[in-house]
């Protein structure tokens, strides 16, 4: 059955209108543009398979700050799980490096930030229609993209389609702006909501080295007084590596005897650098589906504030026009700046890769002792003396990791 959220209700929902936008995906990235373009007067309607917003939570709900969040939305202390003081990072299991980060990050209670920006979305006179599979984008005889398709086969014409539909993107493809992720491009992960007092002091902590996680890395995100969110992510897929569930198991079998398991979620999360362009026609890409995670660390909640922000205000900009070429060019252009960043963590990343653990505790070390001055939570952030840090920390890796590759190429 097809429905609607309505003022807060949900009930049956005909698909007959024509809209300024639709927007597939009611997530953070969908949700946010299509509150925003619903507050300046277009006429939205939002498609999502899930039968409720914000649920499942596929993600490890640590963002940054109030002070980042209240860019975007008025922060409701509701939405808060707790405040985050700091990173912990654990090499093998041994304290390796601590920075505090007072008031720089928040953990979410995500469900809730999502059915916020949901019910504000709807009173400015936004659609949002659930467990609604969108199956196809409906096109005109010169193939033109008048708007999508349902699984019970409505039409649902759009002047606009914006695809906020998560890592595997169907209307990226459908458009012909991404292709499917490959193996190495993904982040596959799985994470417990658990009752435990195990690393619960508010920092966040993660786990490298191999005798703990092979290729990736675990966390033990603080959550309430009395649970965490722990979880291993590895950066991509092997048909005969270990899955990360095997993994964290093994890790809570050996620190967190006793701990209580009240939830298990698995998600992944793009790796890969987000394309150029963004758009294809009146078809356009946000979030996940348009690769803007950060392709080290995995986070994408500020990504998709960011991406829909940006998106949203580059249309209203330019006005109402039956050609969207100038306002989507205008967005790529603007985040075309985060992607040099982008490429700056990937390149992190696989130097990561290449490093063995007495490398990794050498970096790690080295970075303590650099470890200084104000952290900024932009998930795309660089100031001139951190890039500098960053090279000095990973020339020596990326000289292997570089004449490596010239030896494999050549």
Same mark, same amino acid.
């Given at each position: ?15 007959t ?12 990235a ?10 300046n ?5 939002l498609?999502d ?15 940054g ?31 390796a ?16 930030f ?38 019970r ?9 914006i695809g ?12 012909g ?24 002091d ?6 490298l080295?191999?005798?703990v ?10 959550k ?8 291993a ?18 890790? *809570?079998?050996? +620190?967190?005897?006793?701990? #209580? &398991? ?8 793009? @790796? =890969?650098?987000?394309?150029q ?6 078809v ?9 995670a950060?392709p080290l660390?995995?986070g ?14 580059e ?7 039956k ?18 960043n ?10 990561y ?13 080295k ?7 104000? *952290?900024?939570? +932009?998930?795309?952030?660089? #100031? &001139?003396?951190l890039?500098i840090?960053?090279?000095?920390? @990973? =020339? ?15």
């Amino acid at each position: 059955m097809t429905v609607e959220i309505v003022s807060g209700f949900v009930r049956s929902a005909p698909l007959t209108m024509k809209y300024d936008a639709i927007i597939v995906g009611a997530s953070i990235a969908g949700l946010y543009a299509g509150k925003k373009l619903a507050e300046n007067g277009w006429s939205v309607a939002l498609f999502d398979r899930r039968k409720e917003i914000g649920l499942p939570v596929r993600c490890g709900e640590a963002t940054g700050s109030r002070e980042e969040l209240s860019r975007f939305v008025t922060v409701d202390e509701d939405w808060i799980a707790c405040d985050v003081k700091g990173l912990k990072v654990h090499c093998n299991g041994e304290p390796a490096l601590a920075v505090d980060m007072p008031r720089r990050a928040v953990m979410l209670h995500r469900d809730r930030f999502e059915k916020a920006i949901a019910r504000a979305a709807v009173a400015a006179g936004a659609r949002i229609v659930l467990h609604t599979p969108v199956t196809g984008l409906r096109r005109g005889k010169g193939g033109e993209v008048l708007g999508i398709v349902t699984e019970r086969g409505d039409a649902v014409e759009g002047a606009l389609i914006i695809g906020a539909d998560g890592c595997e993107s169907k209307v990226g493809r459908w458009a012909g702006i991404t292709d499917s992720l490959g193996p190495h491009d993904a982040f596959s992960s799985v994470q417990y909501r658990m009752k435990s007092d195990f690393c619960n002091d508010g920092f966040l902590h993660f786990f490298l080295g191999s005798r703990v996680i092979p290729k990736g890395y675990i966390w033990i995100f603080p959550k309430t007084r009395e649970h965490v969110l722990a979880g291993a992510g590895l950066y991509g897929w092997l048909p005969d590596a270990e899955r990360a569930s095997a993994v964290l198991d093994r890790f *809570i079998e050996k +620190n967190m005897p006793g701990s #209580t &398991i009240e939830q298990r979620i698995t998600g992944c999360v793009p @790796l =890969a650098i987000c394309p150029q362009p963004l758009f294809r026609e009146n078809v356009v890409l946000i979030g996940d589906a348009a690769r803007q995670a950060n392709p080290l660390t995995a986070g994408g909640i500020m990504n998709s504030l960011e991406a829909a922000d940006c998106l949203a205000s580059e249309l209203l900009g330019h006005g109402f026009e039956k050609q969207y070429r100038r306002p989507l060019m205008a967005y790529c252009r603007k985040w075309s700046k985060q992607r040099f960043n982008q490429k700056v963590f990937s390149v992190v990343k696989e130097i990561y890769l290449t490093l063995t653990d007495k490398q990794i505790a050498r970096l790690v070390g080295k970075a303590r002792k650099t470890a200084v001055g104000r *952290i900024n939570s +932009n998930p795309f952030f660089f #100031t &001139i003396p951190l890039l500098i840090r960053l090279f000095a920390l @990973l =020339a020596p890796a990326a000289c292997r990791y570089y004449l490596r590759r010239m030896r494999v190429t050549f």
